[in-house]
């Protein structure tokens, strides 16, 4: 009989081991990049910005979430970029103030359609001003 219940423990217990590291597993970390790059005009005549915005997102729904609402998003943020002088985007500091502006307006737009708690973060990869 303890040999049986020892047969049966080795060959569930292992299971078992596996399900408690499925629940301990951390939740999905990726980075969406928001394709295609942003190209918008700005203040003055013949200038432009191009900025490849990428966003971090934690949880597989958060992800489908932010996917679904890219259209949205892209709006926001395209209206966010675009008509500011040139000269308010000089500086690092001014880029990554206008980062967090971007990150903000993410946020305040998936609260509106659905929830924004996932969004860790946003990234510019790309930041060519002409």
Do not use: C, W
Request: proline share 4%.
């Amino acid at each position: 009989m303890h040999i049986l219940v020892l047969l049966l423990s080795m060959v569930f217990l292992p299971g078992f081991a596996a399900a408690e590291e499925e629940e301990v597993a951390a939740p999905a970390l990726e980075y969406l990049e928001m394709t295609p790059k942003f190209t918008v005009n700005l203040q003055g005549r013949k200038k432009y910005l191009l900025v490849d915005v990428q966003l971090l997102v934690e949880g597989d729904t958060q992800i489908e979430t932010v996917k679904k609402h890219f259209p949205a998003l892209r709006h926001e943020l395209i209206m966010l970029f675009s008509g500011r002088p040139m000269h308010e985007l000089q500086s690092a500091e001014q880029r990554e103030k206008l980062r967090q502006e971007a990150l903000e307006k993410v946020r305040e737009t998936l609260d509106k359609y659905a929830d924004s708690k996932g969004v860790q973060d946003l990234f510019f990869t790309e930041f060519l001003m002409q």
